[in-house]
């Protein structure tokens, strides 16, 4: 397997980090097999060692849509189920499972917690959201929120285009805009914000 990031997510990972002065968090929302977290943790490891990465994963693969809302065959319920283990094998045999590094495992409408907010070092600087559908983006941008600051980069991987705004992470980043008081501009590529 050779863990990369896609270049925009690239660039604006490097971006954020640089800009960070070497403290805060990045979180990944969708690990699956770690193609991209994998490469995160050995960024930070080389380039940032007080940076935390979290990732976070059912390992059951997608849950179902919320009903009603339209939804790709590709992203049926159970679709990208891995084991975790190929992700620990591989932050293992790298000597980068460090105690900065963590994967929280379940569903999001479980694991998202006040509790575990507390325990976010902030800022925030980088969140991937590799999760797909709907329903899983829009309960990650409601948890993020609060560790939001200005400067806080997100990249949606599957955002769909803004004539397909009644579904998927289009449909989640539409709604949270409305309800949020954090302003977020395009960045450089049309799947990357950056909050303002
Ligand atoms: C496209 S894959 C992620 C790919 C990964 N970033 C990589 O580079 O290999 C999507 C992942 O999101 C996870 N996922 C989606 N919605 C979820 C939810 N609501 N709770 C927990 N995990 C979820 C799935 O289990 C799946 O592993």
């Known amino acids: 397997m050779r863990y990369k990031a896609k270049p925009h ?6 971006e954020a980090l640089r800009n960070s002065g070497g403290q805060g968090t990045v979180m990944e929302f969708g690990v699956r097999w770690g193609r991209s977290f ?8 080389i380039r940032y060692p007080k940076c ?22 590709k992203h049926a319920p159970g679709r990208f189920r891995e084991h975790r283990i190929h992700t620990e094998i591989a932050l293992n045999d790298l000597g980068i499972f460090t105690k900065r590094v963590s994967l929280i495992d379940g569903w999001f409408s479980d694991t998202l917690t ?7 070092k902030t800022p925030l600087l980088f969140v991937h959201l590799d999760c797909d559908l709907y329903i ?6 409601r948890w993020i929120d609060s560790l939001l600051s200005s400067g806080t980069i997100l990249v949606f991987d ?6 397909n705004s ?9 709604e949270w805009m409305v309800e ?4 977020c501009e395009v960045h450089e590529h049309k799947k990357i914000y950056m909050v303002t």
């Open 9 to 14: 997510t690239t660039r604006a990972f490097n």
């Open 38 to 45: 994998v490469w995160f943790a050995q960024q930070l490891s």
């Open 52 to 73: 935390r990465l979290m990732g976070f994963d059912s390992w059951k693969g997608l849950p179902e849509e919320t009903k009603g809302i339209p939804v790709h065959r």
């Open 114 to 120: 006040d509790s575990l907010k507390g325990k976010v």
């Open 136 to 141: 899983s983006t829009i309960q990650v941008l």
């Open 158 to 163: 599957d955002l769909k285009k803004p004539e």
């Open 166 to 174: 009644g579904w998927g992470q289009r449909k989640a980043l539409n």
């Open 180 to 183: 949020t008081k954090w302003k």
